[in-house]
């Protein structure tokens, strides 16, 4: 009887896993963001979806595979990658010279709003690539597709989609000003308790962290009504009719959002987000030969891991010196992924790589600490894998991602600008030594693991719902359909204070009204 | 490769299905509700759980059934099941009575006020009940239950799960005045497009509506503060400490809400909840001889099931009558669930029935719609099989139901105070004959089939996950810790405010200053 149940449940799974062959159309991000949207491409391909990528000719991590199933299609920008490589640049020097702390606050939403504005002629382009490529835009018509996944750093996904008249869905970790989740999206950010995005805040706030973090969200909305403002008459233009960027954003589908609960810290959401953060978790594989000996030669001491992601590629010879003087004093071996110049502090427990198989390490028992810049992917590896991290962040989300590490115990930062060896040698040694660190991370990744189904199977259910129902209306709430002061019940309210008003002004007018007829009346009969 | 993928497949489902042995608690109510709870006691004893449910000595419609992992702890209470049968009466005959229209508005809400006086006179009793009852209390904290499932409709399974020291999870389809969801749960529930509990509004208001809707969530807020406070003092007698009934009830780990968004509006929400509307829902069994042959005997033009639950005994011969009258005229077939008189009315077509299978009924092809009183167990089997309704209201939060299925275009409404036998014919005849009524019931149902996973897996899930990791802090906001008036952000906009007085105050003391001085030497030097 069991065997006969477990028999008829698999027919009903691989009956669950056959494709719908569905056509869909990727809009990418630079990045460890295409890192990420590309293990939903290879899932989607898995289940026979034919998957076209639209891909600037200026793009600089895209790489380009051969697949019958993956569709590469390129169209010409008027730059280089020589400009998405100043444009990154730019944007972590700004960062990295700039911290939101309360006295500087100004200065950065200020510093912050330069690169934005430079980010924005930049994305114009890309739009303008793909929207005024006539032919280009009729083959995509011609494609049939069913579904466009978006991630949108780069607008214009959600206009492409329009165009195609085909629903679209939105793959992000949090866009810039909290444009496309608070602004378009119309997610409720309650200030005294959900940390504005590049807050550096946490949801456990004294009352100087919550002026902050309400100073934050206003900053953020004044730069929303500042810098966004110009895609209005962009989209307007091109679609031939009076609309605003955040009519074209709020029409999407479904929201992914790459974190989860074992991150994120518990904030309200709409029915139609969905959590899909550290979907490109999976196993460790083996290592290769020459990896696995040196990581086995560490012996009961164990590893420590050590990436600053794919966008630095030098540090200076003075930061690295620090660094490797520092790693060469605990007792740990240590497998770096660094591109510059040998630092001359170099420990004999140190190993320099050009690469290294970052999931396969931290998946690895004599794995001890990660040191890392605190991008999402990496930090969510370090929590499938249950490794307890020291931050080091750079610029974007890193910072943010720290914080909440930081918070939940699973991690130490250290400031790249000012650290000393001694302050990240000290930092490595807690995180190695003291066991909550190691414990902490242990229980994020118990969380991670423990979901009623993976992220990534929901991710791709809900992309397939999408294409099976054509759009999932039934999770859009009714909000888009008001105004700012509609849905904060501004008329509701003034038209009520008004009634009150009226009413006492009326009463008012008829106590005095009596008082003059009857008051004196009654006093002139007194005086009589 | 592709069987030893299957094999592999369903080796893991049943370890996944591995029983945990874990001991559950359950807080239950009476009716329909105890319906809904009992499929996920089921489904825990199925998974070998042990389960005890305590069960008041004046309970009225808990079945004690014998089976050794489900115990019934049946504890004495002053009072037997003709009183929860008069408070039951009550409640209907107040809300038939009453609806909440624009004038009567004021008055509903204090009809109510009367009804839920009573009702908590008889809920403390309840509490009283077990809290009091020191042998059943020890027996309780020995029998070492791992979580607690509790109705909160009767308070109290929060304060006895925190007195057993155990987590405890809510199941509810809504509360009188938002008070677990809203006031407790913390959900933000934005006046302007989500309606409040009994409004029967739906989530697209014209300007009319929101005032309606504003001022039902303002009088519900005064009558949680009017009727609930007094719960403050009776858990703070209890626990020995100054406490209020929110604080425990916001201890909560998670709160299953029986809807879905098959059926809700969409609304924000909280991470720790998660909707599990139709977890009773399950494919229809075949019918009984007799029966099959009636349904069969229908033809092509199919039946109609009538029934208007376990709550209502029986209907005035009056109303019986016009019911049976118009039931006549229809060519389908009528299975019509009654315990009255025989109305005199009645046609050949119809059949009465002491009690019916509702579900196998629903499921079956023939079926051509369902006459309810609009519970949420029988829209939701209505929903499951995609069978469109005509809706009879009659109490709680039945008018809400119909709003939705009614928004959602598969099902119509008819007053039973004031319905004409041509009034329930013509809309019979609507839903049967106009095509649209089933296609919007199907795409209802194709909605509640196309889940990632079934509401009851995940009631499951994350009862067990509770247990497991003793509880789902993670999934738990902020806004716990926070004040009414913080978490508005009042005090930091209070602060900002008096920052910006005090700026304003001493520039113009300033200038004035300046002006007196240099203005005035100035021109007395113009003078000389």
């Known amino acids: ?91 972590v020097m700004t960062r990295m010279e700039n911290r939101p702390s309360p006295l500087t606050i100004w200065r950065f939403y200020q510093e912050m709003a330069k690169v934005i504005k430079d980010f924005h002629m930049v994305a114009r382009e890309v739009c303008d690539g793909v929207l005024k490529n006539q032919n280009l835009m009729e083959k995509l018509k011609k494609s049939k597709f069913e579904v466009l996944v978006s991630d949108p750093v780069f607008p214009c996904g959600d206009i492409i989609a329009l165009k195609l008249r085909i629903p679209f869905i939105y793959s992000l970790r949090f866009s810039p000003a909290s444009t496309v989740e608070k602004h378009c999206g119309k997610v409720p950010y309650p200030p005294s308790y959900v940390p504005a995005i590049l807050s550096e805040l946490t949801d456990q706030m004294s009352f100087t962290d919550r002026i902050r973090n309400f100073i934050s969200y206003h900053l953020q909305d004044y730069m929303f009504n500042m810098l966004w403002k110009s895609w209005d008459s962009y989209y307007s233009k091109d679609l031939g009719k009076r609309t605003t960027l955040c009519e074209m954003v709020g029409k999407a589908e479904m929201w992914f959002i790459r974190t989860y609960w074992d991150f994120e810290f518990p904030f309200p959401y ?90 396969d390490l931290l998946g690895h028992p004599k794995t001890r600490a990660f040191i890392t810049h605190c991008g999402t992917n990496g930090i969510y590896e370090a929590i499938y894998h249950g490794v307890p991290m020291v931050g080091i962040p750079l610029f974007g989300d890193q910072h943010d991602n720290i914080a909440r590490m930081k918070a939940k115990g699973a991690a130490v930062e250290v400031d790249l600008q000012r650290m000393t060896s001694s302050d990240l040698l000290n930092t490595l040694k807690a995180v190695i030594n003291n066991p909550s660190y190691k414990e902490n991370a242990m229980k994020l990744s118990r969380i991670h693991h423990d979901q009623p189904m993976k992220p990534l199977d929901r991710a791709v259910f809900w992309i397939e719902f999408i294409m099976r129902h054509k759009g999932a209306k039934h999770l859009r709430p009714a909000i888009h359909n008001l105004t700012w002061y509609q849905y904060n019940s501004l008329d509701v309210t003034g038209f009520l204070l008004a009634c009150v008003a009226t009413f006492i002004f009326l009463v008012t007018k008829c106590c005095l009204f009596c008082y003059c007829k009857f008051g004196k009346t009654a006093k002139k009969k007194k005086k009589e």
């Open 1 to 91: 009887m069991l065997n006969k149940n477990i028999l008829l449940l698999a027919l009903q799974i691989s009956l669950l896993g056959t494709s719908l062959g569905g056509n869909v159309l990727i809009w990418p991000m630079e990045g460890s963001h295409w890192l990420n949207v590309k293990i939903i491409v290879d899932e989607l391909i898995k289940k026979e979806h034919n998957v076209s990528v639209l891909v600037a000719s200026g793009a600089l991590f895209i790489t380009l595979t051969s697949n019958p199933s993956l569709i590469f299609e390129i169209y010409k920008v008027p730059f280089g990658k020589e400009r998405i490589e100043g444009l990154i640049k730019d944007f």
């Open 270 to 359: 709409l029915p139609n987000i969905e959590f899909v953060g550290g979907l490109h978790c999976k196993p460790a594989k083996p290592l290769p030969k020459e990896l696995e000996e040196f990581v086995q030669s560490s012996g009961k001491d164990g590893v420590v891991v050590f990436t600053l992601g794919s966008m630095i590629k030098n540090l200076t010879e003075e930061k690295s010196n620090v660094i490797a003087s520092a790693l060469a004093q605990i007792p740990q071996k240590v497998l770096w992924r660094h591109t510059g110049k040998k630092p001359e502090t170099l420990g004999a427990n140190t190993r320099l790589y050009e690469w290294i198989p970052q999931n």
